[in-house]
């Protein structure tokens, strides 16, 4: 995802226990709520071209340092001893906030407002949900006409940035 300036930061436990579907797995099993989560935003990153990274609480963590995983371009963050996620949020914004475009998704009332400040855009977890759905929604419906029309090829399911990418990466062979 070289290249790419729009980001989502996202509060991983706010986003979980916003969610009711994720609340209800993370009562039986929080590593699946987890999961859950990011095989649902590495869906909605795929279809919207923009880079996820999903930051988890782990301050508790007697010892832990700042953990990075990737699953495919979704970054997937776990907070050093001590620090929370709203924390390391916020620092990143901090970096990053003003010479990119940044959504934080969390329904934290105080977050939201200091994400703004520092020159990031806030959306609810409600409304994350909202667009999870829509994206989800315009994915299948052009899928279903693609294959209801005989059109199954690739510029008919990827969105035009994609395509652009995909032609630099053949240019580049």
């Given at each position: 995802?070289?290249?790419c300036?729009?980001?989502l930061?996202?509060?991983?436990?706010?986003?979980?226990?916003?969610?009711?579907?994720l609340?209800r797995i993370?009562?039986?099993?929080?590593?699946?709520?987890?999961?859950a989560?990011?095989?649902?935003?590495?869906?909605?990153q795929g279809?919207k071209?923009?880079?996820?990274?999903?930051?988890f609480?782990?301050?508790?963590?007697?010892?832990?340092?700042?953990?990075?995983?990737?699953?495919?371009?979704v970054?997937?963050?776990?907070?050093?001893?001590?620090?929370?996620?709203?924390?390391?949020?916020e620092?990143?914004?901090?970096?990053?906030?003003r010479?990119y475009n940044?959504?934080?998704?969390?329904?934290?009332?105080?977050?939201?407002?200091?994400?703004?400040?520092?020159?990031?855009t806030r959306?609810?977890?409600?409304?994350?949900?909202?667009?999870v759905k829509?994206?989800?929604?315009?994915?299948?419906?052009r899928y279903?006409?693609n294959?209801?029309?005989?059109n199954?090829?690739?510029?008919d399911?990827?969105?035009?940035?994609v395509l652009?990418?995909?032609?630099?990466?053949r240019?580049?062979?």
């Open positions: 995802m070289a290249g300036n729009d980001f930061l996202v509060d991983g436990y706010n986003i979980i226990n916003a969610w009711q579907n609340r993370s009562k039986d099993s929080l590593e699946d709520a987890r999961d989560l990011i095989e649902i935003l590495r869906d909605y279809y071209g923009i880079k996820v990274i999903i930051v609480d782990a301050h508790l963590i007697e010892g832990g340092t700042e953990i990075h995983e990737y699953y495919g371009d970054e997937v963050v776990y907070t050093k001893e001590g620090e929370i996620a709203d924390q390391y949020i620092r990143w914004v901090n970096h990053m906030g010479d940044v959504k934080v998704a969390t329904s934290d009332y105080v977050e939201q407002t200091i994400v703004l400040s520092r020159g990031a959306m609810s977890a409600r409304e994350l949900y909202m667009e829509v994206a989800e929604r315009q994915r299948n419906d279903i006409y294959k209801k029309s005989g199954n090829f690739l510029s399911n990827v969105t035009e940035d652009k990418k995909v032609e630099r990466i240019r580049q062979r």
